[in-house]
């Protein structure tokens, strides 16, 4: 009888030291994992940061109107360093885009075409956007309005009124995303002008207006070289969108990664002219 109590004794020893060492483990493997958690918050924080650094830096960038310390408004990155971590800032000049909503057609259809889609394709979509955007119910011949978007199973209509946001392309019956994101460095709603400033403007705004690819392409070895570009008019094209001045808007990108975390941070901004009170943030993304 003593030997079986023994005997079980032991057992439950066994049993004890089994679940003591599971215990350990567990509580291990979880300070494990929370020191691994607590350090890719950090770097999570420090990439987040260095990138408001790189919108901050940007937004100086702008002020600053001495000769050599502005930096490029048509969307070519600049490299910064912050707390270790390398960014990458592009500023683009909304004014450089072409406008949703002040945009003629002409531009708008170009627009299309220079994304890649056929004429018929092109002028369809332009038809849409601008149904999209003006109010009524009668629409253009390959436009879209309320019927049209019941038609093809959407729950709503066009919003016949200005677009609010680039995004809301997305919404026009016909885009998709490979085309919305082909586009998106090209199009603005803040800027309402009816032609792309040329000297600010991305390759694809550029293409909406009848520019050829090859002028195109020497404009962008321009740029990249540092020099004003040729066939944009020098600065005379729009002498009044430089930054600092009223009703200039921006939007500053900043690019931060390190290993595979990245933290990319995006500000719209708009001049207001006011010493006291001289830009406001239109948008953070």
Sequence with gaps: MSAKRNGYALVLVLIGV??????????????????RASSEDAARANLDAAARAGVTEGI???????????????????????????????????????????????????LFEAAGLDRTAADAMADRVLDWREPGDLKRLNGAKAPEYRAAGLPYGPR?????????LNLVLGMTPALYATLAPGITVDSVLPMPELQAA?????LATGMDAATVESIMAARARGEVAPNTGGMAQNAARIPGQPFSVFTITADAQA???????????????????????????
């Design 60 to 110: 100086l960038s702008l002020v600053d109107q001495r000769p050599g310390f502005r930096w490029p408004t048509d969307g070519t990155p600049r490299l910064i360093r912050f707390n270790g971590v390398t960014v990458q800032v592009a500023i683009a000049d909304e004014a450089g885009k072409v406008d949703l909503n002040g945009a003629p057609r002409p531009i708008i259809f170009a």
């Design 18 to 35: 089994a679940l003591l060492a599971l215990l350990v483990e567990s509580a291990l493997l979880i300070s494990g994992r929370a020191v």
């Design 160 to 168: 016949d009124g200005p677009f609010q946001s680039i995004n809301e």
């Design 259 to 285: 290993g595979a975390q990245r933290v990319i941070r995006s500000e719209t901004i708009r001049f207001t002219g006011n010493q006291a009170d001289p830009f406001w943030v239109l948008a953070v993304r």
């Design 202 to 206: 991305p390759p694809v705004a550029l």
